[in-house]
């Protein structure tokens, strides 16, 4: 994942950019990156790794180092960027964000043309974004070469350019898989995958991208290259999970939605009967958290953080890759209140359950300390696929999710012909596929919202949404 900020503007905004970037950090931890253009200077470029430091602390010098009144920033969970690239499209710095799962064939292709070359990595893997460009600079004008990219592209790609005459590009991924919004100021203008980014910088919400749309931005304006394809599909994860909180998609904010959510869970809960007595409902946080608002404001049981994460010196940016550091570090972060746990019967909400290996330490962790019993719900339906549009899952394949390795196991292969009736936890399959998990991972018992329920609480049209996670729907 990652996400990008810029600002084409009419005075000095590397400051702006620098924040409104930094406000991106939740979708990546590994590389990120500004570029400038000066018109004394030209473009200009800096990346960092944010593996083991926040954005903030490594570009802290940036002001003295760039400065221009046009910038972009990204953080990437991928690859460095942004590119400088000189192509014959001219001179640019450019970001992208999304995967490309056809990347070997597209740079085979590449790689057959005459005089074609790409600068390996390490291990020989090349650049996403380069690639990008690479295809990009098979056409003529920025426009024809970002559709045609976009066209050959298997996955998802937005894109953020910064040309070497102060002026911006924005593009949207085909079926805006991912948002792309504009914001407006005074002096100019702000591209944003958060909305709350810009509005905090002082920009007003001008307009979000739609799908394939790309726009050209300069200070004065914008100008449409591309209009909007018919096709939608926005990924409601966004709002389940990955989200920031305060923005907000498609005239949805995120917050509002994980409430609603919360709520129709609290709903089916007693719809079916659910009548364990409950202590307290909470969060696994911290996306559970506001999903276990709403649940606790609808049933009208109390709300409690019976664990709360210490996070002043685990910033999320410290992230290690070996997956066994990552849990490790996951378990330091719990801090137990004893009072809160002691003999209580707890329900906790968690955004989703995919493997289910740091849920099943949490719970085991409540138990540990006093927990009379523990019920789970998940925010969202199982999830029975793997993300193949924004690889978002770390899952490599579908079999590392917990909901189909329990279902091998309940009948075998012959299981995954009955996906959507285990989907579903009214009929014997989901109640048996709830049950094997709860068995599992010690839940007193657990449900999961339903893909109505998701689908309501967004409030979008479903054919504008992705649910391919939950039921292969493409
Ligand atoms: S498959 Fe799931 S995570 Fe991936 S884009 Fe669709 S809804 Fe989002």
């Known amino acids: 994942m990652g996400g990008f900020f810029g600002i084409a503007s009419q005075k000095d905004c590397l400051a702006d950019v620098f924040f409104g970037t930094d406000y991106h950090s939740h979708l990546g931890t590994r590389?990120?990156?500004?570029?400038?253009?000066?018109?004394?200077?030209?473009?200009?470029?800096?990346?960092?790794?944010?593996?083991?430091?926040?954005?903030?602390?490594?570009?802290?010098?940036?002001?003295?180092?760039?400065?221009?009144?046009?910038?972009?920033?990204?953080?990437?969970?991928?690859?460095p960027q942004p590119l400088l690239v000189r192509s014959r499209l001219g001179n640019y710095a450019i970001c992208t964000i999304g995967v490309i799962r056809n990347a070997d064939a597209l740079i085979a292709?590449?790689?057959?043309?005459?005089?074609?070359?790409?600068?390996?990595?390490?291990?020989?893997?090349?650049?996403?974004?380069?690639?990008?460009?690479?295809?990009?600079?098979?056409?003529?004008?920025?426009?024809?070469?970002?559709?045609?990219?976009?066209?050959?592209?298997?996955?998802?790609?937005?894109?953020?350019?910064?040309?070497?005459?102060?002026?911006?590009?924005?593009?949207?991924d085909k079926v805006g898989r991912l948002p792309v919004r504009i914001g407006k100021s005074e002096e100019g203008y702000a591209v944003s995958f958060e909305s709350f980014a810009y509005q905090k910088l002082g920009f007003e919400d001008e307009r979000e991208l739609g799908p394939g749309e790309i726009v050209h931005i300069?200070?004065?304006?914008?100008?449409?290259?591309?209009?909007?394809?018919?096709?939608?599909?926005?990924?409601?994860?966004?709002?389940?999970?990955?989200?920031?909180?305060?923005?907000?998609?498609?005239?949805?904010?995120?917050?509002?939605?994980?409430?609603?959510?919360?709520?129709?869970?609290?709903?089916?809960?007693?719809?079916?009967?659910?009548?364990?007595?409950?202590?307290?409902?909470?969060g696994v946080p911290d996306?559970?958290?506001?999903?276990?608002?709403?649940?606790?404001?609808?049933?009208?049981?109390?709300?409690?953080?019976?664990?709360?994460?210490?996070?002043?010196?685990?910033?999320?940016?410290?992230?290690?890759?070996?997956?066994?550091?990552?849990?490790?570090?996951?378990?330091?972060k719990q801090i137990p209140v004893h009072e809160l746990i002691q003999g209580k019967d707890l329900l906790f909400?968690?955004?989703?359950?995919?493997?289910?290996?740091?849920?099943?330490?949490?719970?085991?962790f409540l138990y540990e300390n006093g927990a009379k019993s523990v019920h789970m719900r998940s925010a969202c339906p199982p999830i029975l696929f793997g993300c193949k549009y924004l690889n978002f899952s770390r899952a490599t394949s579908d079999m590392e999710l917990i909901a189909r390795r329990v279902i091998l196991e309940l009948e075998g292969e012959e299981g995954f012909s009955h996906l959507e009736e285990y989907s579903d936890g009214t009929t014997d399959r989901g109640r048996n596929l709830r049950r094997a998990i709860a068995d599992k991972f010690h839940f007193a018992t657990l449900d999961f919202q339903s893909l109505d329920g998701v689908v309501k609480a967004i409030g979008l049209p479903p054919c504008e949404l992705c649910t391919y996670c939950w039921n292969g729907k493409e």
């Open 109 to 172: 292709d590449c790689l057959d043309r005459e005089g074609g070359y790409f600068d390996a990595m390490t291990g020989g893997r090349v650049n996403s974004t380069q690639l990008f460009s690479a295809l990009m600079s098979q056409r003529t004008d920025f426009a024809d070469g970002i559709r045609f990219a976009q066209e050959q592209i298997e996955g998802t790609a937005s894109v953020l350019i910064l040309k070497d005459d102060g002026s911006l590009i924005a593009a949207r």
């Open 31 to 79: 590389r990120g990156g500004m570029a400038a253009y000066d018109e004394r200077i030209g473009l200009q470029r800096k990346i960092h790794n944010i593996e083991n430091a926040p954005f903030r602390t490594k570009f802290e010098n940036v002001f003295r180092e760039m400065k221009g009144s046009s910038a972009i920033g990204c953080i990437s969970d991928t690859d």
């Open 287 to 332: 996306s559970g958290t506001p999903h276990a608002i709403g649940y606790a404001n609808k049933s009208r049981l109390p709300f409690a953080r019976a664990f709360v994460k210490y996070t002043p010196t685990w910033s999320r940016s410290f992230m290690p890759q070996d997956q066994r550091d990552r849990d490790r570090i996951a378990k330091m």
């Open 218 to 282: 300069t200070p004065e304006g914008i100008t449409q290259l591309v209009s909007p394809g018919k096709k939608k599909r926005i990924c409601s994860f966004l709002w389940s999970y990955y989200g920031y909180p305060t923005s907000t998609y498609e005239g949805v904010n995120v917050e509002a939605m994980r409430y609603r959510n919360g709520e129709s869970m609290a709903e089916q809960d007693e719809k079916n009967g659910f009548a364990d007595h409950i202590d307290y409902v909470g």
């Open 349 to 364: 909400v968690d955004d989703s359950i995919v493997r289910g290996t740091q849920l099943k330490e949490t719970v085991d």
